[in-house]
């Protein structure tokens, strides 16, 4: 499986790191030994000192599918939940202002922890979704999936014009404003409309 990451896909976010709003999606990938499942712990690469979360809904791809039409891509997901896209900001930054790739950024091993997925269809607009990020029971980040610029369908339909999709694939959103760095000893709690569906500690 593979997995794909959207960048700025909400516009407060893209503010709050001075970027420009994109008229099309910026699209990342990171392999799946960056998967974590069944809320394991997260541990701090040596290799950075300012990770950052990212709250993201997280969707999974149901079927194989090419050049998916966006007025079809609805049927190409099934299952979503919460994840955190782990950002080494700082090896970011870097390959920003030099304008290198960011797979060290945003890639590496275990940066990409994955709640327990739900049906979508317990809910009755995936477009009006709450989610919201507590860190040591404080709420650090909140969105909604209506603040996205692209939507689902059309992320879907957009990678497949470059990716064959394939069952079990993930696709991580974006993040709503507020990302920040974590540390060693934070316990992450992350909800999808009030129910909890991530909790993990950084080591
Ligand atoms: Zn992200």
């Known amino acids: 499986m593979k997995i794909i990451g959207i960048g700025r896909n909400y516009g407060e976010h893209a503010k709050e790191l001075n970027n420009p709003v994109p008229s099309q999606p910026i699209i990342f990938m990171k392999p799946d030994t960056a998967l974590v499942k069944g809320n394991k712990p997260f541990f701090y690469p040596d290799f950075s000192s300012d990770v950052h979360h990212e709250l993201e809904i997280v969707i999974k791809i149901s079927r194989v599918g090419k050049n998916i039409l966006e007025a079809f891509a609805n049927r190409y997901f099934e299952e979503l939940t919460v994840g955190i896209d782990f950002t080494a900001r700082d090896i970011q930054q870097k390959s920003k202002e030099k304008g290198l790739p960011w797979e060290t950024a945003k890639a590496f091993d275990h940066s990409a922890p994955v709640g327990t997925f739900v049906s979508k269809s317990d809910y009755p607009d995936v477009h009006q979704l709450n989610f919201g990020l507590m860190i040591n029971d ?51 709690v992350a909800d999808l409309e009030g129910k909890v569906l991530l909790d993990f500690e950084v080591k």
Not at 143 to 154: K, R, V
């Open 138 to 188: 404080k709420q650090v980040q909140s969105g909604n999936t209506s603040g996205m610029i692209f939507t689902f369908e059309y992320l879907i339909a957009y990678a497949s014009r470059f990716f064959t999709l394939q069952m079990g694939d993930l696709i991580f959103t974006g993040t709503p404003a507020g990302v920040g760095p974590v540390k060693p000893g934070d316990h992450l």
